[in-house]
């Protein structure tokens, strides 16, 4: 049997006006940004989830719920943290992950090694992040939303 575990994970959070854009970390200068409990970082949040799974913890809803036991606005890198804390504390070690955002907007090319660089230091291995469009079909092509896509390895220490 294998040390070695993999897990996906999935975020989605459609557009809000008059709130931040973080994704992967990384503040964007946008008039709209996520709406979500959280930061509504659907990168980091899908990097949860892969991470989660991956250990077999749950889910990024079960470990951190929309309520009012996690703080309203919370950055998800703190949530990541807490995320990999609980990893590490039955074991598993992160191998590497890789991140996909899926929308129209923001083009990300220029802060991607930005955003590669804080995660990869967070998670204390390789995170790859990149994006792709969904040629214009549906929410995230209407530009209603974004939505991001993660697979993450870990290994049992």
Same mark, same amino acid.
């Given at each position: 049997? #294998?040390?070695?575990?993999?897990?996906? /994970?999935?975020?989605?959070?459609?557009?809000?006006?008059?709130?931040?854009?973080?994704?992967?970390?990384?503040?964007?200068?946008?008039?709209?940004?996520?709406? /979500?409990?959280?930061?509504? &970082? %659907?990168? *980091?949040?899908?990097?949860?989830?892969?991470?989660?799974?991956?250990?077999?913890?749950?889910? !990024?809803? #079960?470990?951190?719920?929309? &309520? #009012?036991? *996690?703080? $309203?606005?919370?950055?998800? =890198?703190?949530?990541?943290?807490?995320?990999?804390?609980?990893?590490?504390?039955?074991?598993? +070690?992160?191998?590497? +992950? &890789?991140?996909?955002?899926?929308?129209?907007?923001?083009? !990300?090319?220029?802060?991607?090694?930005?955003?590669?660089?804080?995660?990869?230091?967070?998670?204390? $291995?390789?995170?790859?992040?990149?994006? *792709?469009? *969904?040629?214009?079909?549906?929410?995230?092509?209407?530009?209603?939303?974004?939505?991001?896509?993660?697979?993450? =390895? %870990?290994?049992?220490?």
């Amino acid at each position: 049997m #294998s040390n070695l575990r993999v897990g996906i /994970g999935v975020d989605a959070h459609a557009f809000a006006e008059g709130v931040p854009l973080v994704l992967g970390g990384v503040s964007f200068d946008s008039p709209r940004g996520l709406a /979500g409990h959280s930061d509504g &970082d %659907v990168i *980091t949040h899908a990097l949860i989830d892969a991470v989660l799974g991956a250990a077999g913890l749950g889910d !990024i809803g #079960s470990l951190f719920p929309s &309520d #009012s036991s *996690t703080p $309203a606005g919370v950055s998800s =890198l703190d949530l990541l943290d807490d995320a990999l804390a609980q990893v590490r504390a039955a074991g598993y +070690a992160v191998v590497n +992950a &890789d991140c996909v955002l899926i929308g129209e907007e923001p083009r !990300i090319a220029a802060r991607r090694a930005e955003m590669t660089e804080l995660l990869s230091a967070r998670v204390g $291995a390789p995170v790859n992040v990149r994006a *792709t469009t *969904t040629d214009r079909l549906g929410f995230a092509g209407r530009g209603e939303g974004l939505a991001a896509e993660a697979v993450a =390895l %870990v290994e049992k220490s």
